[in-house]
């Protein structure tokens, strides 16, 4: 975290250091970069949340990381690696679980916590996780609270005991891309604007359903071994995992799901990416 640069950035960082695995002050790389007062202009386009007096602003991906840009990040990986925890040493960044039938701008999944992670950082962006810092562990962060970016982008700034959802505070089934288990061909990542409901106020996508999201929730900061995702997938029918407070990993347990490995790849599993502007 803080001062690294990737080896191969899209994009230069933001003005303010990022923990864990984010960009820091002086983040560089080569497609595109921020100012010290807007977002960094890699892919996808971000939207800026105000977080209050003189907290600057949470900067947030409008869409999940797509297919398409997911594999120009992984050409990139020939010419350098962005910089990573160092118990991401042994994953192959581009590693993938094997997935057929996903559109190129679909949300990409299937892809490990350091692969996600990696990606922001070359984009010159980190994975969403408390306000400011960004990287934040698993026993401390306070899911849906007043720093948790991700619950603040669900709900437009308000957190998720003001809305339960992106879209409002009644649990609609149909508004977004879940519960794909009536219809097996539907059982695939959605496209940005696919599920035109399915976005916030501030014209956020998909954080409802599509694919589960990294996050940089993990057991240590520095040396993440496991981390928690948010947002539920397209196979997911529990309106309370598809919610803007709720963190998950795989399997049973804490409250939904254990802790994920920063090297396994869920089959559900994608990201996208936050920043930090003073």
């Known amino acids: 975290?803080?001062?690294?640069?990737?080896?191969?950035?899209?994009?230069?960082?933001?003005?303010a250091g990022t923990g864990g695995a984010g960009a820091g002050a002086t983040g560089t790389g080569g497609a595109g970069g921020a100012g010290a007062s807007a977002c960094p202009g890699a892919p996808p386009s971000m939207v800026a949340l105000a977080l209050g007096d003189a907290q600057g602003k949470l900067c947030i991906d409008r869409t999940e990381?797509?297919?398409?840009?997911?594999?120009?990040?992984?050409?990139?990986?020939?010419?350098?690696?962005?910089?990573?925890?160092?118990?991401?040493?042994?994953?192959?960044?581009?590693?993938?679980?094997?997935?057929?039938?996903?559109?190129?701008?679909?949300g990409v999944r299937g892809v490990t916590w350091c692969g996600a992670a990696a990606y922001c950082e070359w984009a010159g962006k980190r994975l969403c996780?408390?306000?400011?810092?960004?990287?934040?562990?698993i026993d401390t962060h306070d899911p849906g609270g007043p720093?948790?970016?991700?619950?603040?982008?669900?709900?437009?700034?308000?957190?998720?005991?003001?809305?339960?959802?992106?879209?409002?505070?009644?649990?609609?089934?149909?508004?977004c891309d879940v519960d794909c288990s009536s219809d097996p061909s539907k059982c695939h990542p959605a496209a940005p604007g696919?599920?035109?409901?399915?976005v916030t106020k501030?014209?956020?996508?998909?954080?409802?359903?599509?694919v589960s999201e990294w996050t940089a929730i993990c057991d240590d900061v520095q040396s993440p071994k496991t981390c928690l995702f948010r947002g539920g997938n397209f196979g997911s029918n529990d309106p309370v995992e598809l919610g803007c407070g709720q963190v998950h990993g795989?399997?049973?347990?804490?409250?939904?799901?254990?802790?994920?490995?920063?090297?396994?790849?869920?089959?559900?599993v994608g990201f996208r990416c936050c920043a930090y502007v003073p």
């Open 147 to 175: 720093t948790d970016e991700w619950a603040l982008a669900c709900t437009d700034g308000k957190g998720a005991l003001a809305q339960a959802y992106p879209y409002g505070n009644a649990y609609v089934q149909a508004t």
């Open 65 to 106: 990381v797509t297919v398409a840009e997911w594999e120009t990040f992984v050409a990139s990986l020939a010419s350098g690696k962005p910089k990573v925890p160092a118990t991401c040493a042994a994953v192959q960044l581009s590693k993938r679980a094997i997935v057929a039938g996903d559109a190129l701008d679909a």
């Open 1 to 15: 975290g803080g001062a690294g640069t990737g080896g191969a950035g899209a994009g230069g960082a933001a003005a």
């Open 202 to 210: 501030s014209g956020i996508r998909d954080l409802s359903g599509s």
């Open 194 to 198: 696919q599920y035109p409901g399915c």
């Open 129 to 137: 996780g408390k306000t400011v810092t960004g990287a934040t562990t």
């Open 250 to 268: 795989v399997g049973p347990g804490f409250p939904k799901g254990l802790p994920t490995g920063v090297g396994d790849d869920p089959e559900g």
